[in-house]
DNA sequence: AACGCGTGGAT
DNA sequence: TATCCAAGCGT
């Protein structure tokens, strides 16, 4: 029976997998949301704060909300603005509100009790295809595929043979990953947290470590000769220097730091430029991360 | 499907 | 310094 493999290894996967987590049972960091004793809201917290934030920016957030809100109860019966105010720089506010929100869910759904089903994780405010996963597996020990940029990328590279994994396909790349999947729950899911490991700490973007990279000897990209390249690129981020996004962020700001409604004039002395606040504050407004209120512009009280 | 959404670390 | 891009999600 001819067969197109001209290689001896019979299952790349299995081998990608075992040499992943080999070497992620000696080099994963100790991030405190990975401790035994965490609770699955812990890791919910945890999942939202990383929504397109490096880990080094969300470890100090993440202990001070834990320590203020240690169950969903305990958020839920804070006011959406607390939860704002607590995120405070973290980036994309809206994660806040959703957390909150999500929260809220929790205790009407679920008696308060991080659901462990799939479907009930994905039918959370803020929680997709990534998260929900993400949760299941890292808080219950479920055996599903969670696929983030980092693992897009590594297997983009070990597999793919390309330096990039284009644009996402959600259920493209999550097949991917379960060709790669142990059948062991215990050790997909140290794979699952391995994989997003190795991108983010060894098979990075920017400047790839190879050398020191687990699966060199498996991966398609440097068996090719590293080639560069061709497909089609993410669309480039606007300029943030005077964007609406940055408008967002100093309204934001004034919000967080107020404690009590803030007028048109004193936020125009942070964004000069009349449409751009306007098109800001109706932004916000429509995303309930402010409210119109007596005397200007506030956080949400509920 | 493509876009908008914050902020700051890394190169 | 400027640019890239980061444990995604909702629309």
Redesign the pocket.
């Known amino acids: 029976m001819p067969t197109l493999a001209t290689h001896a290894d019979p299952a790349p996967s299995r081998s990608i997998a075992e040499a992943v987590n080999r070497w992620f049972a000696g080099a994963a960091?100790p991030?405190p949301?990975?401790a035994a004793d965490v609770s699955p809201w812990a890791v919910l917290v945890?999942?939202?704060?990383?929504?397109?934030?490096?880990?080094?920016?969300?470890q100090p957030r993440w202990e001070e909300w834990m320590r203020r809100w240690p169950t969903p109860a305990d958020l839920a019966a804070a006011p959406p603005s607390e939860a704002v105010r607590m995120w405070?720089?973290?980036?994309?506010?809206?994660?806040a509100l959703?957390l909150h929100r999500a929260a809220t869910e929790i205790v009407e759904r679920h008696g308060g009790a991080v659901p462990r089903d799939l479907d009930a994780l994905?039918a959370?405010?803020?929680?997709?295809?990534?998260?929900?996963r993400?949760i299941a597996a890292f808080a219950f020990g479920e055996r599903h595929p969670v696929v983030?940029?980092?693992t897009r990328?590594v297997i983009a590279r070990a597999v793919g043979g390309v330096a990039?994994a284009g644009?996402?396909?959600?259920a493209r790349d999550l097949d991917a990953m379960s060709s790669l999947l142990p059948d062991d729950a215990a050790a997909a899911r140290a794979f699952n947290?391995g994989a997003?490991?190795l991108?983010?700490t060894v098979c990075?973007?920017?400047?790839p470590r190879c050398d020191d990279c687990p699966i060199a000897t498996h991966c398609a990209w440097r068996a090719a000769g590293y080639p560069e390249y061709d497909g089609?690129?993410?669309?480039?981020?606007?300029?943030?220097e005077g964007?609406?996004?940055?408008a967002?962020?100093?309204v934001?700001?004034e919000l967080r730091a107020a404690h009590r409604p803030v007028a048109p004039r004193e936020l125009a002395d942070v964004v000069a430029e009349p449409g751009r606040l306007a098109?800001?504050v109706d932004?916000?407004v429509a995303?309930g991360?402010a409210v119109r209120v007596e005397g200007g512009l506030a956080l949400p009280e509920a």
Do not use: C, I, K
């Open positions: 960091r991030l949301w990975r945890s999942e939202f704060m990383l929504q397109q934030t490096q880990v080094a920016r969300v405070d720089r973290l980036g994309y506010p809206r994660r959703w994905l959370l405010q803020g929680v997709g295809p990534y998260t929900a993400a983030d940029t980092n990328r990039e644009p996402p396909a959600t947290a997003m490991e991108g983010a990075t973007a920017r400047s089609p690129r993410r669309a480039r981020q606007a300029r943030f964007s609406d996004r940055e967002r962020g100093l934001m700001r098109r800001a932004g916000l995303d991360l």
